[in-house]
């Protein structure tokens, strides 16, 4: 008996080293999250229930969120679908190869386009576009900093440091679950190493395709302790992006604007 | 009527074959510490009463286990008949086709009627459970329970309760039974009652009876007294001057 | 008098303890009847469902481990089946479960192919069908109307766009009672996914045999890279709800026999070393150790047998009760069958076995003399 368990912790420990020692740098880690990103289409239709720092809970609403992620461009709809506040709400937002985001707002479908601040905060919850875009996972410096557990998963923790010295996020620290290729928290710093942000991961489900799992639910908790609670209840990992999906980027008052500056 | 365990009682045949015989019996516990019984020596013949007295202590019950297979000896053999106790295989079994019980304290099931109490040793007998009901009530009829038979051992009294006993120590027609002071527990009226319908009805079957008791009244209408002292048995009763109104006392 | 009427004897003397074991084994039996009877509803259900819709084969994109099996576009997909011999119809449905109101849980929502044999077999018991397929109107399910309080003519809120409500429908599967519906063209820009379905349904022509329907399958796996034919059965039982549940029934079955088994056999210990000079008492009376064994059994088994009984009705009547709570409303038909409570009982007499095997062993081994002097 006792020789059986002790050839068992000693297998245990054998896979425990191995799994180590197959493991890659942070920049693979990194690289690897980036390209988990890459997608030709997909849509998210979240419901999002807002607790504020002193309790109060505005009535929840959905989202849908539009993606197209590739090497060379990342760009992101976020339209709200009900209630009657949200409804026809538009946010859009783009990275390009050089780094640089842009974003654009929408009260209504009449009332044209505005530039928007990507680090603010969407629908007065912790969703912020610049979160969505998942830029960090591009930077140059990344450091892994050891295993950890969150909600029970194992995950590895690597933190991301920012190219520019402009950005609004000078930190990122994720906890990847490599098998999942999915952040089960994040934390956003400041320049001044204070906390922005934690995005936790609750439930994971399956992807339909690629391995890897997705968000079920998730969590955003704001330094002013806002609280977001965010569940994905429906999507489709192929979305068709039309033409018009993204026509709020590519309008041309928003190039008018972009050549003024 | 002699007390010599080793000569036969005058009113049997001489030429009948005992049905038990024990030769050198000893029983140890606690690893020989305690000597229950050390080198008995015995021939009971069948249809013969046989009471075994002696004090507290001196090996009387311990005999009784023995006899009855309820107790594995240290030494010595014992033979049923011409079968050899060492040779038995199924001790249960043993019991059940020869041997019938008597207990002091009835050790009656105190939730089952007097007749369900009775038919209890007939389960995972063979024999169909009408058959057993059937011999149950004829039993307690015979020994005057006809209209008690429904009645709990509650609602018995202890005369009751010791017939009730009898009549399970009958039920699966065994060859020879074993009382541990039957009427240890009774009144001088109720004992006499009791010990005349049990050796009423031992007579009429030609069983044997081995009963253990410290009554004077009892051992006395045995046809043969043993005497047990330290785990043996006692020399005959004269010759170690016991008192006489032990064996005495007769009617 | 025989062993069994002895059995229940024994279990009498002590009414308060006997009953206590019988609760205890009720309990478990109950959990496992209301989880199995639902576990089986829920599969049924889906099954009705796709049995009464009169298809035959489903398509589906294969690895699908999530709630509904993810969308895909159509149109390729439903030329090459149309191809494929035998097959008479191929339509498209896409479902989702969605919140439609803020005081009700979740609800299916169902797109149909306008006027494709799906419609056929539910009965509309107020107002009328969707007249076009671009019309943005539901129909909607007995039982959602009930829980969503709507009535024909009324309005509903599905992801942020009105429709109106122009009739009520019944149908033999809950999980349609319990929807809402629409058609295929309305579902798919509601749910901004044109041109998707998650699920094409097959329909075969009359001559078909098993063996026909088994070359679809090979055909589809041959032909459509990703898809999976199957039969409305196997997408059922792949379904992560159906398994979960089934899982969570079997995790049950297990705990619920684990705990039964341990509570007789307490039961059972403490009865025996009670009840040791009654043993020994037994064994001098001729009882052989085989019919002592089968005595503590038989008590055992008449315990487990008692919980058992009790069991299914509590569960029958838990799962009853879950069935009629708003929550569950249309989500849960509980199924029971005169096997399955064989089989329930099967099982508590398998633990009544198990947990009275060692006291009984315990008591057989019972030396007469040494049991006989104990007090």
């Excluded at chain 2, 785990?231 to 009617?251: C, F, R, S, W």
Aim: hydrophobic fraction near 45%; aromatic fraction near 6%.
């Amino acid at each position: 008996m006792m020789r059986a368990t002790l050839l068992i912790f000693v297998g245990l420990m054998f896979s425990v080293s191995k799994g180590y020692a197959a493991e890659q740098t942070a920049s693979d880690l990194a690289k690897m999250m980036n390209q988990a990103k890459y997608s030709e289409g997909f849509e998210a239709r979240l419901n999002v229930l807002i607790t504020k720092a002193n309790g109060a809970h505005p009535a929840p609403f959905k989202l849908a969120v539009i993606g197209q992620f590739n090497a060379g461009k990342q760009r992101l709809v976020i339209r709200g679908i009900s209630h009657e506040e949200v409804r026809n709400h538009f946010y859009a937002a783009e990275s390009g190869s050089d780094g640089r985001v842009r974003a654009m707002e929408s009260r209504s479908q009449a009332s044209g386009y505005v530039d928007f601040d990507p680090s603010a905060r969407m629908f007065n919850s912790g969703l912020v576009a610049w979160d969505m875009l998942g830029l960090w996972w591009g930077w140059q410096k990344q450091t892994l900093e050891g295993m950890e557990q969150v909600n029970g998963r194992e995950c590895v923790k690597i933190r991301s440091v920012a190219d520019d010295k402009n950005s609004v996020v000078q930190e990122v620290e994720s906890c990847v679950d490599q098998q999942a290729k999915l952040s089960l928290r994040t934390r956003m710093f400041d320049h001044s190493h204070a906390l922005l942000r934690t995005t936790s991961v609750a439930n994971l489900a399956h992807k339909g395709e690629g391995g890897g799992m997705m968000a079920k639910k998730l969590s955003i908790k704001d330094a002013d302790k806002t609280l977001a609670e965010i569940e994905v209840y429906a999507g489709d990992e192929q979305y068709q992006i039309s033409a018009e999906t993204f026509a709020m980027l590519d309008s041309p008052m928003r190039n008018i604007e972009r050549e003024a500056k | 009527m002699s007390t010599d365990p080793h000569i036969l009682p005058n009113n049997l045949s001489s030429a009948r074959l005992p049905i038990l015989r024990i030769e050198g019996l000893t029983l140890h516990f606690d690893g020989g510490q305690t000597k229950a019984l050390n080198g008995v020596d015995l021939d009971v013949c069948e249809g013969e009463f046989v009471a075994i007295v002696g004090a507290s202590g001196s090996g009387k019950s311990s005999l009784l286990n023995v006899i009855g297979t309820l107790d594995i000896p240290s030494s010595g053999e014992l033979f049923f008949g011409a079968q050899p106790y060492s040779k038995i295989k199924d001790t249960s079994l043993f019991r059940r086709e020869n041997i019938g019980f008597v207990f002091q304290s009835f050790n009656l099931i105190s939730t089952l009627s007097a007749l369900d109490n009775v038919i209890v040793p007939t389960i995972g007998c063979a024999g169909s459970d009408h058959e057993h009901k059937a011999r149950a009530e004829s039993l307690l009829i015979e020994l005057g329970l006809r209209e008690r038979m429904a009645h709990f051992p509650g609602k018995l009294s202890g005369g009751e309760r010791q017939r009730v006993a009898i009549a399970r120590a009958l039920i699966n027609r065994p060859r020879m039974v074993l009382a541990d002071e039957p009427t240890g527990s009774l009144d001088s009226d109720n004992a006499i009652q009791v010990l005349d319908l049990l050796t009423g009805i031992v007579k009429q079957q030609g069983l044997t009876l081995v009963m253990v008791t410290h009554d004077a009244s009892v051992s006395a209408r045995a046809d043969r007294v043993v005497r047990m002292r330290d785990g043996k048995i006692a020399l005959p009763v004269g010759a170690y001057g016991d008192t006489p109104e032990l064996i005495g006392g007769a009617p | 008098m025989n062993l069994f009427r002895f059995a229940l004897n024994n279990l009498q003397r002590r009414p308060a303890r006997t009953s206590l074991t019988v609760s205890a084994i009720a309990l478990g039996i109950a959990a496992v009847v209301a989880l199995t009877s639902i576990a089986w509803g829920f599969e049924a259900s889906w099954q009705k469902a796709n049995d009464a819709r009169g298809t035959d084969l489903i398509v589906t994109r294969a690895a699908s481990e999530n709630t509904m099996p993810s969308p895909f576009r159509a149109e390729k997909v439903q030329q090459v089946l149309a191809a494929l011999p035998h097959v008479k119809e191929v339509v498209g449905l896409l479902s989702e479960m969605l919140t439609v109101s803020d005081d009700a849980p979740p609800v299916f929502v169902f797109g149909w192919v306008y006027s494709s044999y799906l419609w056929e077999h539910l009965k509309l018991v107020e107002g009328r069908w969707p007249n076009a397929s671009a019309e943005p109107v539901v129909v909607i399910g007995a039982l959602a109307a009930e829980m969503l309080h709507k009535k024909t003519g009324d309005q509903v809120e599905i992801e942020g766009k009105s429709f109106q409500v122009v009739g009520i429908f019944e149908s033999n599967a809950v999980v349609e009672n319990g929807a809402l519906l629409m058609t295929l063209e309305q579902a798919q820009q509601v749910t901004d996914k044109p041109g998707k379905v998650n699920v094409l349904n097959i329909k075969v022509d009359a001559n078909t045999t098993e063996a026909d329907l088994r070359n679809i399958k090979e055909q589809v796996k041959m032909t459509l890279p990703g898809f999976v034919a199957i039969t409305s059965g196997e997408l059922v039982s792949q379904n992560a709800v159906v398994r979960i549940s089934k899982a969570m029934s079997n995790a049950t079955i297990l705990i619920a026999g684990l705990v039964g088994a341990l509570v007789v056999f307490n039961t059972m210990l403490m009865s025996i070393n009670e009840r040791t000079r009654e043993i020994g008492i037994l064994l001098a009376l001729g009882w052989q150790r085989g019919t002592i064994m089968k005595l503590v059994i038989s008590e055992s088994v008449i315990l487990s047998l008692l919980g058992g009984l009790v069991g299914i009705l509590v569960g029958v009547g838990i799962a009853w009760g879950l069935e009629h709570i708003e929550l569950m409303r249309g989500k849960i038909d509980a199924i029971f069958s005169i096997p399955f409570f064989l089989e329930v009982q099967a099982l508590s007499i398998v633990l009544g076995i198990c947990g009275g095997f060692y006291p009984a062993f315990k008591a057989s081994r019972l030396l007469p003399s040494s049991a006989l002097r104990q007090e």
